[in-house]
């Protein structure tokens, strides 16, 4: 079965600070993999989508990267603000099916 | 530009009723779906379309029913509610499937609980 498992599951840091969340994933064959940050009560929002051929992408102050080879990706934000309180979620597609991970909940604090 | 647009956003049922959520988009996707999303699980699909006419089942797909009679609306039917079903549901659109260049766009979900 394919799966999609983050961490950490929370995490608070302050507000400046720069963080990181962990993807791991077995999805197989591999199409994609999207990040999206959900704000408390709201739908997700697409941050970021990578294919096979992409270690690397940003938008702002999100990077994500990717490591096909060991089924890895990581979401670093840089100097939070409090807007950036939400839930963070990994994603992987094999072109028909997303899988999604549960999440990480990160709360950043003034 | 409105999006998804689900309604409604919150209700509360009793065990054994029914009721219709329902989803619009504006941006004539042909790709929509349904999701659940239970705490510390990740988004589970219902039930999907590609487009009118055309729904398939995803993988949790009992006590739930779907149409898809135009492009535009893709309502999801809660048959005999249970508590089970106690859940976060949020709609999603594309214009296609989920491939790189198609990303999802959701809805602000309904949030229904089941007594």
């Known amino acids: 079965k394919n799966q999609v498992e983050q961490s950490p599951q929370s995490l608070i840091i302050l507000e400046g600070k720069n963080c990181t969340l962990q993807?791991?994933?077995?999805?197989?064959?591999?199409?994609?993999l999207r990040w999206y940050k959900q704000d408390t009560g709201r739908g997700p929002v697409s941050l970021t989508i990578?294919?096979?051929?992409?270690n690397t992408k940003s938008n702002g102050r999100y990077t994500a990267t990717l490591d096909a080879d060991t089924k890895q990706s990581s979401l670093h934000i840089t100097a939070s603000q409090l807007s950036d309180s939400a839930s963070y979620i990994c994603v992987v597609s094999d072109d028909y099916k997303l899988s999604f991970g549960a999440g990480t909940t990160v709360t950043v604090r003034a | 530009n409105a999006g998804v647009t689900q309604t409604p956003k919150f209700q509360v049922l009793k065990t054994g009723q029914s009721m219709t959520l329902q989803c619009a988009q504006d941006m004539n996707h042909e790709y929509m779906s349904w999701y659940r999303q239970d705490p510390g699980m990740g988004l589970r699909l219902i039930h999907y379309?590609?487009?009118?006419?055309?729904?398939d089942q995803g993988e949790v797909p009992n006590g739930y029913n779907v149409s898809r009679s135009t492009t535009e609306d893709f309502p999801l039917r809660l048959l005999s509610a249970a508590p089970s079903q106690t859940s976060v549901y949020f709609c999603?659109?594309?214009?296609?499937?989920?491939?790189?260049?198609?990303?999802?766009?959701f809805g602000d979900g309904t949030r229904l609980s089941i007594l």
């Open positions: 993807c791991n994933y077995t999805v197989s064959p591999f199409s994609n």
């Open positions: 999603a659109s594309s214009p296609g499937l989920p491939r790189p260049n198609q990303p999802q766009h």
């Open positions: 379309s590609v487009g009118a006419g055309i729904t």
């Open positions: 990578m294919t096979f051929s992409e």
